[in-house]
């Protein structure tokens, strides 16, 4: 740095000072190293408080050479330019000197420049004399990153090193997207800082920082959060011996229960395991998962906040359960769709809206009544449910019913062009003229058949082409891998029927060849010739979906394009997600929340250029309302996927 200050070229200095034998010279390499020694000596002038030495070390003596080169006349210019070469010598010089003085504009600034120098070797001296100190937990960012990145690092709420450090374990790989202005290469760089020194800062990365997370391994995940008693899901949550149930309130006594379970939380294994078995049909994973998350809920609030076990809760206890979900604290609180082994992982998003509290209450008073008939609960407090909910719909009739006589007197009258006349036929949406191009009617519900398919007579329900539009409004603008994902995925549940879980767990290897051709008034107009074996609700079942053959062939020209076979039956691609990662065929597909995301995301990108109504009904979609009206071959608004690919 001092050959650098001094004026001394920058590749003789590098080639003197640093390159090895086997080094080559890199412009661009030497540059980026002299900023980042600038940087470095900036922050240990921070660390000791001096700001000024800080903006001294990062100065470049050089521009001011070169503005002193390029601003200065020379006595030949400045004769030529005044018209006095037929002068003497003397007469130029004192000429000269009476315009700029007796140095001259470029005297001055080399002067300025050798002060500059100085004082630049002054303050390497004196950085040099400072004694090596490590970094530590609570320093500033800016102490020890580059000033731009440490501002913006600051500026998203990480102002130490440790509060950094901790965000990063949180988030993973991609910690980087909450940090405006800072991309991967600029936060790999920040990781590997924080790995150089976790020997001396203590803050030790993960190894899921360095990897995206499919590639991690799942064990290696499930480790990130500890077992403790705090807001964790139940397979984390360490509850007390005195808070298991196994002495609860209202424990019946064991001879009178017809379920092996010992505690409150094998009780509500096995209501997990009984639901649906009434019916004859068992319930699905996902109404399971949604049954889980209810139950989760209630135990670590009653664990947590009332200090009880499930088998000790009372009518009130449920009650003031039904007001917690109201209003529940920020730390119960977390961001979406965050992974069960997430230390972001949170019970709740936020209070819960009528209709989720309306299905909260639904599943915990089957809980109950379920405890309470097989003999393990004594008393059934879910009546507790029930009046809370009660008293929370009469509240919310009696606010509408005051905004609506508020907004009585300012209503206008309907606009003819949207509330289109209703069709003769009972159940049908308004008609085609007067909805083209809207989505705002809201459509009749689907005659879902037996087989959990709607018939193509219900492609006109108002639920629009997701992937037909998104191409085109991908024509005019470029559209990313992942929306291309999430058009084949919305084109699997539009065409199949498929629920988000059951696509996300189909393989290439579940695709059969029909023996037999589907009629083609039962194909919609298609040659339906292939079938995807999918669990079905009971799991020792597997239901055989009809698949039509355009979605295979876009399949087909999807692995072909990535070096695989064309035939999705190969043995090659038995493992494969259906919605595999062209890119990285490695990679693992997505999970049921990423295929609601993905079809989330398409809505989100279909919607923005529609009319703020049309907007509105798009986006209030849902995986399971596309899957419910199916588009198949030949249907209106059917277009061939593989036309996409």
Not at 111 to 120: D, G
Request: proline share 8%; hydrophobic share 40%; glycine share 6%.
């Amino acid at each position: 740095m001092r050959a650098v200050i001094q004026g001394i070229d920058e590749r003789q200095a590098w080639k003197r000072y640093m390159q090895g034998e086997d080094d080559r010279l890199d412009d661009r390499l030497i540059r980026r190293a002299i900023l980042v020694y600038r940087d470095e000596l900036a922050a240990a002038a921070r660390r000791h408080a001096r700001p000024g030495t800080a903006r001294l070390v990062r100065m470049d003596a050089r521009a001011a050479s070169d503005e002193a080169a390029t601003a200065a006349l020379t006595l030949e210019d400045f004769a030529a330019e005044r018209g006095l070469e037929d002068f003497s010598i003397e007469d130029q010089v004192a000429a000269y000197e009476e315009a700029f003085g007796a140095g001259g504009q470029g005297a001055a600034r080399q002067s300025k420049r050798r002060r500059l120098i100085e004082r630049q070797l002054e303050a390497l001296a004196w950085l040099e004399g400072l004694t090596s100190r490590s970094p530590r937990p609570a320093d500033p960012v800016g102490d020890w990153l580059g000033p731009l990145l440490a501002e913006r690092i600051a500026a998203a709420g990480f102002t130490s090193l440790q509060d950094l450090a901790v965000h990063i374990n949180l988030v993973g790989a991609r910690w980087w997207r909450e940090v405006p202005a800072v991309g991967p290469t600029k936060a790999a760089r920040v990781v590997e800082w924080l790995r150089a020194h976790q020997a001396n800062t203590g803050l030790v990365l993960g190894a899921h920082v360095f990897s995206p997370m499919s590639r991690v391994p799942r064990p290696l995940l499930e480790a990130l959060v500890p077992p403790a008693l705090a807001l964790r899901p139940l397979d984390k949550l360490v509850i007390p011996p005195s808070l298991r149930g196994t002495e609860g309130r209202f424990r019946a006594p064991a001879a009178q229960c017809r379920i092996a379970a010992a505690d409150d939380l094998a009780a509500i294994d096995a209501w997990l395991a009984a639901c649906g078995r009434r019916r004859g049909d068992g319930a699905s994973a996902e109404t399971r998962r949604a049954y889980r998350k209810e139950a989760e809920r209630l135990v670590l609030w009653a664990v947590l906040e009332r200090g009880r076990a499930l088998s000790s809760v009372d009518a009130g206890d449920c009650a003031a359960f039904v007001d917690f979900l109201r209003t529940p604290p920020a730390e119960w609180c977390g961001p979406r769709h965050q992974e069960r082994w997430s230390p972001l992982w949170r019970p709740l998003e936020g209070p819960l809206s009528p209709a989720s509290l309306q299905r909260c209450v639904a599943a915990l008073r089957s809980l109950f009544r379920f405890l309470h008939r097989v003999g393990y609960l004594s008393a059934d407090p879910s009546p507790g449910l029930a009046s809370a909910a009660a008293a929370q719909a009469m509240s919310l009739t009696e606010e509408e019913s005051q905004a609506t006589e508020t907004s009585a007197g300012h209503r206008s009258a309907p606009d003819p062009a949207v509330m289109a006349p209703p069709s003769a036929t009972p159940g049908a949406t308004a008609p085609t003229e007067a909805r083209e191009g809207a989505w705002a009617t809201e459509p009749a519900e689907p005659q879902v058949a037996a087989n959990n398919a709607v018939s193509s007579s219900d492609d006109a329900s108002g639920v629009p082409d997701l992937a037909a539009l998104a191409r085109h409004l991908s024509g005019r603008r470029p559209a990313s891998r992942g929306l291309h994902r999430a058009q084949r995925a919305t084109e699997w549940l539009q065409a199949t029927g498929l629920r988000p879980g059951e696509l996300a767990l189909a393989r290439c290897g579940d695709l059969r060849r029909r023996a037999s051709v589907v009629p083609e008034a039962q194909a919609g107009g298609g040659s339906t010739q292939w079938q995807l074996n999918t669990r079905a609700r009971q799991a020792e079942r597997l239901a055989a979906r009809p698949v039509p053959a355009p979605l295979v062939s876009a399949l087909s020209m999807l692995l072909q394009s990535c070096g695989l076979p064309a035939d999705p039956c190969d043995p090659a691609n038995a493992h494969l997600p259906l919605l595999f990662d062209p890119t990285d065929t490695r990679a693992a597909g997505l999970s049921r929340g990423g295929v609601y995301k993905a079809v989330k995301r398409l809505l989100a990108c279909c919607a923005h250029e529609l009319p703020a109504q049309d907007r509105r009904a798009l986006l209030a979609l849902s995986p399971d309302r596309l899957r419910q009206t199916r588009r198949l071959p030949g249907a209106a608004g059917w277009q061939d996927p593989a036309t996409a690919v």
